[in-house]
């Protein structure tokens, strides 16, 4: 058995209880796995790919990362939540915020498409909402609609949020060649902003969408990782000054009024190659479970601290860039004031979940979502150790 093909089970049990105990655990299940024959579907090229209504409005897809076979199949007698208990599902597409104004002040309405199974008929559903990564400048898919789909087919409500991008010499910023600190962290509001303003619509809207207000858990992949991260912790008082009043001059700035009231709290956060900027807002943690998943040979974040693109070590001109406190830093410091954290490291694996199998990241964070709903999280960590490596760094 490849030594990242954690069973959905045994990860379960990791984050279900202490992190030693399901250590021995999840050995034992490799050791016997290997007698277990695990039949999976060939769907490459995105044979299932996800079809979205047609809207002007939604941001274009900027890059791809090459798709990668997921198992769809039907489990008749399995448990929602956790396995795979409906066949197809059903994309709607709504405007959560209109007519906020972009980086360079030009309008733009934000969309968000809603993917559920079709036939469910229960009415109070877990949500996930999924945010897409691309250094606050464009739009990655790297895996994102093999877990919106396999999310939606275990009987979760998906909304996969556009949020605004952009910002000045962003093309240049993975390059380290523009000072590009305030943009950076200016684009990071702005999608903090939005993020919270889609939290606080879903809200609203929960009755007619058949979603449980109080159970939605929110995360993503890179950008949509900090960006998850900042709505589970961040607040207004953190942030700074100059920098709010720039962006409207609160993270409510995207959220109507009606919906103004509604708190933001979400059950559950999980950073895919993640990270904070602002370390600060870890201060106060308000005990959202939160599940960290990052490689150690990330080529953008370091795993404790450092510049964002690892720019220190790349730019050849004294540029300013922002700080990213990386999941080290993140359980450590949410571990230390007994907020609910679990941190799975990657071992000698990059950034890109490509990397990992997207087959894993669906499993392991439906043993995330599943657990928060049972109300069986708890602390841990484990490192992981993927069959084709990018790196010789070690692990801790």
Known sequence: ???????????????????CEALANIQQSQQSSSSTTTTTTTNNDRSKQIVL????????????????????EMLAYGERYRDNIFTDIQV???????????FEGNTKNLVVDIISAKNDVEKNRPCIVYIYGGGFSMKVDDGMQEICKSMALKGYV?????YRLGFYNSNLA????????????????????????AVKYLKANASRLGINPDMIIIGGQSAGAITAL????????ET?????????????????????????????????????????????????????VNGTCDEFIYTESGAAYKCDAKATTNI?????????????????????????EVCQSGHAMNNWSYQNVVDWVTSFTYAVIKNKFKTGNVTVFPDKTTCSLDCK
Do not use: H, W
């Open 158 to 162: 998906v909304a996969a949020i556009d």
């Open 53 to 72: 209504p047609s809207n002007v409005d939604r941001n274009k897809t900027t890059a791809q990362l090459p798709a990668q076979s997921i198992d769809y």
């Open 240 to 292: 700074d000054a100059a920098f709010i009043n720039k962006v409207g001059g609160s993270l409510d700035a995207t959220t109507s009024q009606a919906n103004i009231n509604i708190k933001k709290n979400v059950a559950g956060v999980f950073s895919l190659s993640g990270a904070i900027t602002n370390p600060t807002i870890l201060n106060n943690p308000n005990n959202t479970p939160t599940f960290l």
């Open 230 to 237: 900042d709505v589970a912790y961040y607040d207004n008082n």
């Open 1 to 19: 058995m490849n030594k990242l093909q954690i069973s959905l089970f045994s990860l379960i049990t990791l984050i279900s209880f202490n992190s």
């Open 92 to 102: 709607s597409t709504e405007y959560y915020a209109k007519n906020v104004k972009d």
């Open 320 to 344: 300013k860039y922002p700080t990213m406190y990386a999941p080290d830093y993140i359980y450590r410091t949410l571990k230390s004031k007994n907020n609910p954290t679990f941190y799975i």
């Open 174 to 197: 993975v390059q380290c060649k523009a000072d590009f600190y305030e943009g950076f962290l200016l684009a990071e509001l702005r999608a903090a902003q939005d993020a919270i303003a």
